[in-house]
C-alpha cells in the first residue's frame, strides 16, 4: 500500500535533512541551495512497533517484517510557486500527490544558513506555504465552477456540487485551508476529483536549535500557538541530531548517543507514528513460522478488505478470517494457547479489523 507523507518547506529548513534520517531506501543531497532537491527523493520509512518485536519474540519466525509508509522529499517552496515562481508547478503536483503533508517549519536561529525571508518568522513561514497552497486551489476551484454553472442549472446533483465549490471558493478567499471547512464525507466527494492541496491532512515539525529540543523555544511557541485552531499536531525535532542517530549502524552507539542528549527514543519514531495517525491508518499482524509481518490498512476497513492487502485473491476468495486479539496473544504466548482458552475467534465479511489484531484468513482460490 503506497501511502505517502510529503515533506514540504521553505528552502533551507531542514526538509532533505529529516528525510536523509527517516528514509531507509534514499538519500536527498542536503545542501545549502535554492534548489539542489530537484525531483521528489522517495524513502520507505518502517514503522517502529514494538508490537511485532514482542510477537515475534514468542513466535520465533525466520524473519519479521514491519509495515511502512513513503515519505516523499518535494523541493523548497517559495513565495509565488502557485504562480509558478522557482519551479513552483513541478513542485505543487508533486505534493499534490501525496496522502499528508509533514510541514518542516524553521525554528533555529543560524546565520551559516541562507533564508530569502529575513529574520526567522515561523509563522511566516507558514503562512507563505498556506497561501501558494491556497491559491492553487482557489485557480481549481474557479476553473471546476466555470465548467459547472450552465450544466448545472439543468441537473440537481451538480447544481448541489456547484454550491459546495462556491463554498470552497469563499473559503479560500479569507485565506483559509479546505481542510479547516468541516465538510461532509458526501460533500467531500464533489472535490474528490480534484486533490486540492490544503484538503490535506497536515503535521507540523518545528525544526528547533539543540538547546530547544526537549522545552522547545520563543519559535516553535509561536508556531504552536498560530496552528491551535487547525487540530494539527507539532513535533519538536532537531532534524541534524535525528540525521546523526539514524546514521549509526550499531544499536548500543545510537543507544548512548540518545543518553547524552537525554532522550528516551528518537523523535522520528514519533513523528512516524504521528504520520500514520494522521492518515487515519490501522496495523494487523499476520503469525507464522516463516514470518510475522505487520499490515497497514485504514481505520474502518472490514476483514475482506484488510485481507486484499496481502493479495487480491484473498479479498475476491474471503470465507472468514480467524482472529486474536494482540493482548491476548501476549498473555497466553501462543497460537494454540489462545484456541485452547477459547480467545480465538472465526469472524465473518461484516467484522471491522482493529488496531493489533493477529489474523489468518481462510478463502477460496
Given at each position: 500500500?503506497?501511502?505517502?507523507?510529503?515533506?514540504?518547506?521553505?528552502?533551507?529548513?531542514?526538509?532533505?535533512?529529516?528525510?536523509?534520517?527517516?528514509?531507509?531506501?534514499?538519500?536527498?543531497?542536503?545542501?545549502?541551495?535554492?534548489?539542489?532537491?530537484?525531483?521528489?527523493?522517495?524513502?520507505?520509512?518502517?514503522?517502529?512497533?514494538?508490537?511485532?518485536?514482542?510477537?515475534?519474540?514468542?513466535?520465533?519466525?525466520?524473519?519479521?517484517?514491519?509495515?511502512?509508509?513513503?515519505?516523499?522529499?518535494?523541493?523548497?517552496?517559495?513565495?509565488?510557486?502557485?504562480?509558478?515562481?522557482?519551479?513552483?508547478?513541478?513542485?505543487?503536483?508533486?505534493?499534490?500527490?501525496?496522502?499528508?503533508?509533514?510541514?518542516?517549519?524553521?525554528?533555529?536561529?543560524?546565520?551559516?544558513?541562507?533564508?530569502?525571508?529575513?529574520?526567522?518568522?515561523?509563522?511566516?513561514?507558514?503562512?507563505?506555504?498556506?497561501?501558494?497552497?491556497?491559491?492553487?486551489?482557489?485557480?481549481?476551484?474557479?476553473?471546476?465552477?466555470?465548467?459547472?454553472?450552465?450544466?448545472?442549472?439543468?441537473?440537481?446533483?451538480?447544481?448541489?456540487?456547484?454550491?459546495?465549490?462556491?463554498?470552497?471558493?469563499?473559503?479560500?478567499?479569507?485565506?483559509?485551508?479546505?481542510?479547516?471547512l468541516a465538510?461532509?464525507?458526501?460533500?467531500?466527494?464533489?472535490?474528490?476529483?480534484?486533490?486540492?492541496?490544503?484538503?490535506?491532512?497536515?503535521?507540523?515539525?518545528?525544526?528547533?536549535?539543540?538547546?530547544?529540543?526537549?522545552?522547545?523555544?520563543?519559535?516553535?511557541?509561536?508556531?504552536?500557538?498560530?496552528?491551535?485552531?487547525?487540530?494539527?499536531?507539532?513535533?519538536?525535532?532537531?532534524?541534524?541530531?535525528?540525521?546523526?542517530?539514524?546514521?549509526?549502524?550499531?544499536?548500543?552507539?545510537?543507544?548512548?548517543?540518545?543518553?547524552?542528549?537525554?532522550?528516551?527514543?528518537?523523535?522520528?519514531?514519533?513523528?512516524i507514528h504521528?504520520?500514520?495517525?494522521?492518515?487515519?491508518?490501522?496495523?494487523?499482524?499476520?503469525?507464522?513460522?516463516?514470518?510475522?509481518?505487520?499490515?497497514?490498512?485504514?481505520?474502518?476497513?472490514?476483514?475482506?478488505?484488510?485481507?486484499?492487502?496481502?493479495?487480491?485473491?484473498?479479498?475476491?476468495?474471503?470465507?472468514?478470517?480467524?482472529?486474536?486479539?494482540?493482548?491476548?496473544?501476549?498473555?497466553?504466548?501462543?497460537?494454540?494457547?489462545?484456541?485452547?482458552?477459547?480467545?480465538?475467534?472465526?469472524?465473518?465479511?461484516?467484522?471491522?479489523?482493529?488496531d493489533g489484531?493477529?489474523?489468518?484468513?481462510?478463502?477460496?482460490?
Open positions: 500500500m503506497a501511502l505517502q507523507a510529503g515533506i514540504v518547506g521553505l528552502p533551507n529548513v531542514g526538509k532533505s535533512t529529516l528525510f536523509n534520517a527517516v528514509s531507509n531506501s534514499a538519500k536527498a543531497q542536503a545542501s545549502n541551495y535554492r534548489f539542489c532537491t530537484i525531483d521528489p527523493n522517495v524513502g520507505l520509512v518502517d514503522v517502529p512497533d514494538p508490537r511485532l518485536e514482542k510477537l515475534s519474540e514468542l513466535v520465533k519466525p525466520e524473519k519479521n517484517v514491519p509495515t511502512q509508509i513513503e515519505i516523499v522529499d518535494i523541493a523548497g517552496l517559495v513565495r509565488g510557486a502557485s504562480k509558478g515562481e522557482g519551479l513552483g508547478n513541478k513542485f505543487l503536483a508533486n505534493i499534490r500527490e501525496v496522502d499528508a503533508i509533514i510541514h518542516v517549519v524553521r525554528c533555529f536561529e543560524d546565520e551559516n544558513i541562507l533564508r530569502d525571508e529575513g529574520a526567522i518568522n515561523p509563522v511566516s513561514d507558514k503562512e507563505i506555504i498556506d497561501t501558494e497552497l491556497q491559491l492553487k486551489d482557489l485557480d481549481s476551484v474557479e476553473k471546476k465552477i466555470q465548467k459547472s454553472e450552465k450544466q448545472a442549472k439543468s441537473d440537481p446533483k451538480l447544481k448541489a456540487e456547484l454550491e459546495i465549490l462556491v463554498r470552497c471558493k469563499e473559503h479560500l478567499e479569507k485565506g483559509k485551508s479546505i481542510r479547516e465538510l461532509t464525507k458526501e460533500e467531500k466527494a464533489a472535490i474528490a476529483d480534484m486533490f486540492l492541496l490544503t484538503d490535506k491532512p497536515v503535521l507540523y515539525v518545528a525544526n528547533v536549535d539543540e538547546p530547544s529540543m526537549h522545552t522547545g523555544n520563543k519559535y516553535s511557541e509561536a508556531l504552536i500557538a498560530s496552528v491551535k485552531d487547525e487540530n494539527a499536531e507539532v513535533i519538536l525535532m532537531n532534524n541534524s541530531i535525528e540525521a546523526q542517530i539514524a546514521e549509526m549502524e550499531n544499536p548500543e552507539d545510537q543507544q548512548l548517543f540518545m543518553e547524552e542528549y537525554k532522550m528516551t527514543e528518537p523523535a522520528l519514531d514519533r513523528l504521528a504520520a500514520y495517525k494522521l492518515l487515519g491508518l490501522y496495523t494487523y499482524f499476520t503469525a507464522g513460522v516463516q514470518e510475522v509481518r505487520a499490515w497497514t490498512i485504514h481505520e474502518g476497513w472490514k476483514a475482506p478488505q484488510a485481507a486484499g492487502v496481502i493479495h487480491t485473491d484473498f479479498e475476491k476468495g474471503f470465507i472468514k478470517a480467524e482472529v486474536i486479539s494482540y493482548n491476548d496473544y501476549i498473555q497466553y504466548g501462543s497460537e494454540a494457547a489462545c484456541r485452547e482458552a477459547g480467545k480465538l475467534r472465526i469472524e465473518g465479511k461484516e467484522y471491522v479489523v482493529k489484531d493477529v489474523m489468518h484468513f481462510r478463502f477460496n482460490v
